[in-house]
């Protein structure tokens, strides 16, 4: 899969130390032969999260089921590989990606499902 600077790209995997779930929102930053790439995960806020090279494999683009969702479960501050310093913001809203399906069942999980993104519109 050949990836292009400040294209989006989705974490395949989780990666706690970091504070990154499956399914988060990143952006290439750097292209790196012949199998890495760095990427850019930044909270709602804009502060960055995470700044992390990573195997293709790890990371993949939106597919037409994948729907934006917004997770405010508000993980705490995270250090950046390699950078040393906190980086996150503590109760950030966080985007990340739910294949559509999860989303037409998000009344019967409740508030454990992040809400889905819209202006004046609701779900169900």
Known sequence: MKFKLLETALLNKD???LGLKRGD???VVEIYAPDALEVEFVRGSGETQ???TLKKRDVRR???DDLLACDHSGVGGRVAQGAGRNLG???SPRLRVRPLGQV???E???SAFP???GVGRSIG
């Open 15 to 17: 990666l706690p130390d």
């Open 25 to 27: 929102v990143g952006a």
């Open 50 to 52: 995470a700044l992390v």
């Open 62 to 64: 939106i597919g037409k």
């Open 89 to 91: 913001a503590e109760g």
């Open 104 to 106: 037409a069942r998000r």
């Open 108 to 110: 019967q999980l409740g």
């Open 115 to 117: 809400q889905r993104l």
